[in-house]
């Protein structure tokens, strides 16, 4: 019998103490802490700098030596360099997709991926979650989830992943650095899906919106797409 056939309104509480893995009095699985990544792009300043690691692995001093509303101005190991805000953090910006990823991946039926309180800046990378696993973080006003590029990659999917739970997140499309995805959530084929107490804003587009659920295309004749006890609240 799957967990959430047995479970409350509140469902994804995550409790503490004694209780910490334990949903309503009821085990259910383990809880896997995700912090987030420190990324140096969040804290731009004149004079700030830090170490930027290549894809081969080779550090470099990165220097800050001026800014404006639209472009950063800076130091790459002593060469000036000038790139807008936007293909700064693209550029030098930490993935916090890849962590996410890596720990719903590792995750079995019935646990938590629990995401401490941050800033979780996604520049490429985007998340697909499995059945049975609960993505939760530590309330919407704490836990943020942001898009930081100009893709129009979706953030979270959801497909053929019955009896998840998404709870406690801000998703952002931060359209001010170009980045407009066309949804937050997108789920197909996935029954007992609990959306909760989570906040939306920047996103949009054609055929699209913060929640996506279910897909009919004519394209695909005879494909039937069905999504059983979906609730967003």
Same mark, same amino acid.
């Given at each position: +019998?799957?967990?959430?056939?047995?479970?409350?309104?509140?469902?994804?509480?995550?409790?503490?103490?004694?209780?910490?893995?334990?949903?309503?009095? +009821?085990? #259910?699985? =383990?809880?896997?802490? #995700?912090?987030? &990544?420190? /990324?140096?792009?969040?804290?731009?300043? #004149?004079?700030?700098?830090?170490?930027?690691?290549?894809?081969?692995? #080779?550090?470099?001093?990165?220097?800050?030596?001026?800014?404006? =509303?639209?472009?950063?101005?800076?130091?790459?190991?002593?060469?000036a360099r000038s790139y807008s805000r936007a293909n700064f953090r693209q550029n030098y910006g930490v993935e916090s997709a890849t962590v996410i990823q890596n720990a719903i991946d590792s995750a079995n039926y019935g646990d938590t991926i629990l995401l401490r309180e941050g800033r979780y800046n996604f520049y490429w990378g985007s998340l697909k979650l499995k059945a049975g696993i609960n993505l939760v973080g530590e309330g919407a006003d704490k836990t943020k989830i942001i898009r930081n590029n100009g893709?129009?990659?979706?953030?979270?999917?959801?497909?053929?992943? &019955? /009896?998840?739970?998404?709870?406690?997140?801000?998703?952002?499309?931060?359209?001010?650095?170009?980045?407009?995805?066309?949804?937050?959530?997108?789920? +197909?084929?996935?029954?007992?899906?609990?959306i909760e107490d989570c906040v939306f804003t920047g996103f949009g587009g054609i055929n699209a919106g913060a929640i996506r659920v279910g897909w009919v295309s004519g394209a695909y004749p005879g494909y039937q797409d069905v999504d059983y006890n979906v609730t967003i609240k």
């Open positions: +019998q799957h967990v959430k056939d047995t479970l409350d309104k509140d469902e994804a509480e995550i409790l503490t103490g004694e209780e910490k893995g334990r949903i309503l009095g +009821q085990e #259910v699985g =383990d809880i896997i802490e #995700v912090n987030a &990544p420190y /990324d140096p792009t969040d804290h731009l300043a #004149v004079g700030f700098s830090f170490i930027w690691k290549d894809s081969k692995n #080779v550090n470099h001093n990165i220097v800050i030596t001026s800014l404006n =509303d639209t472009s950063v101005y800076f130091t790459y190991d002593g060469s893709t129009y990659t979706g953030i979270l999917s959801v497909i053929n992943a &019955p /009896d998840v739970t998404i709870k406690g997140i801000t998703f952002s499309g931060n359209p001010s650095l170009n980045a407009y995805p066309r949804t937050a959530i997108s789920a +197909q084929t996935s029954r007992n899906l609990l």
